[in-house]
């Protein structure tokens, strides 16, 4: 495993504690890793040969990293991207993985996607959780990257449709600071805390089978439905929208699996972008987003606010707007002084 070398407080480096003591004491403390896992600070020797390589780390990073890894791996070399983010050059909106395919060109043969309602120090924990792997030939490269990852504590379906699951990856994090946004403002909290997880369902599924229009509201509002489920619904609804848009073949089951509903209510209620944006809500304007991510996440990085920003340049360049009320006031809000309490005025 290639790891970012880091001196610690104590003046260690984090391979060598990572080698020594099977803790990632920096990015997650307290799990014992397997004495498998073997902490390399050479990008090169890390992927030398592999035959299939995996990405988890903030997009942000990954441009710089590729030089590095082509020419390096097995050629005919799988990749999985676990990375929830969104690129954007002068044509409009790149999918990580179309980033990952141009980087490494004729080294790999094929790059699938692996996302789904997948906290991190849960997993870690091997509290049960799905996944959704997104893979072009989920015969082929889709089985065998599905026996690398599926076990009893984690389960991976795959389907034919890596865009759709790439997409959801990306698109849940703008909607998880919405959440983030409505959490700040204590709007629906008591009801959040009093309700269990399958309300929630519940009231997903009404909303799924009530779109909310100025007619039907106030019955949904006095049916005490909660915020968070109208930001979530509404989030779901433009995710889709914007997937379709952009790519008509996504298949409307994707937002049904573990990339799509169940990784959006476990953002929206777990994830470090709702966590920052209820602090982005509280701090009333005070406190920017590089400021809430240091405080908050103790070196870990926000995919949300860029991914949100990103999205927006799509929306503006094909005048799409109007048609995402939701991510639209969620960029106002967090880039440009719209105040939070405004987030559901537009929808
Ligand atoms: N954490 C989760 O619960 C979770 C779950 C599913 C998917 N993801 C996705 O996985 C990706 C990575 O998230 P994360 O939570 O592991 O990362 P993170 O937000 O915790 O960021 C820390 C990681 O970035 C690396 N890093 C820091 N500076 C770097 C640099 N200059 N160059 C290269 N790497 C550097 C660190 O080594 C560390 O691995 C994201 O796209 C995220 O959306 C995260
Ligand atoms: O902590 P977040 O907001 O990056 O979300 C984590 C995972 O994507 C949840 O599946």
Known sequence: MWVFEEELDDGRKLSDVINADHENVKYL?????????????????????????????????????????????????MAVSLVKGLDFDDEGPVLITDMIREGLGEDVSEVCVLMGANVADEMARDEFCEATLGCPDPEGAGAVVQQLFDCPTFRVEVTPDPIGVELCGALKNVVALAAGFCDGLDWGGNTKVGLGGKCVGWAIKTLLASPLTADNWDG?????????????????????????????????????????????????????????????ARAGGAMGWDEIEKEELGGQHLQGPQTTSKLHKVLEQKKWLSRFPLFRSVYQIAYQGRPPATLVQDL
């Open 220 to 280: 949904l509002r006095g049916r005490a439905l909660l915020w968070i489920a109208a930001i979530i619904r509404r989030g779901l609804e433009e995710m889709r929208l914007f997937c379709k848009l952009l790519h008509p073949s996504v298949r409307d089951m994707t937002f049904f699996e573990s990339c799509g509903v169940a990784d959006l209510i476990t953002t929206c209620y777990g994830g470090r972008n709702r966590k920052c944006a209820e602090t982005f």
């Open 29 to 77: 403390p307290g799990i014992q890793l397997p004495t498998n896992v073997r902490a390399v600070p050479d990008l090169s020797d890390a992927v030398r040969n592999a035959s299939i390589v995996v990405f988890v780390l903030p997009h942000q990073f990954l441009p710089s990293l590729l030089p590095r890894i082509s020419s390096c791996l097995h050629r005919g070399a």
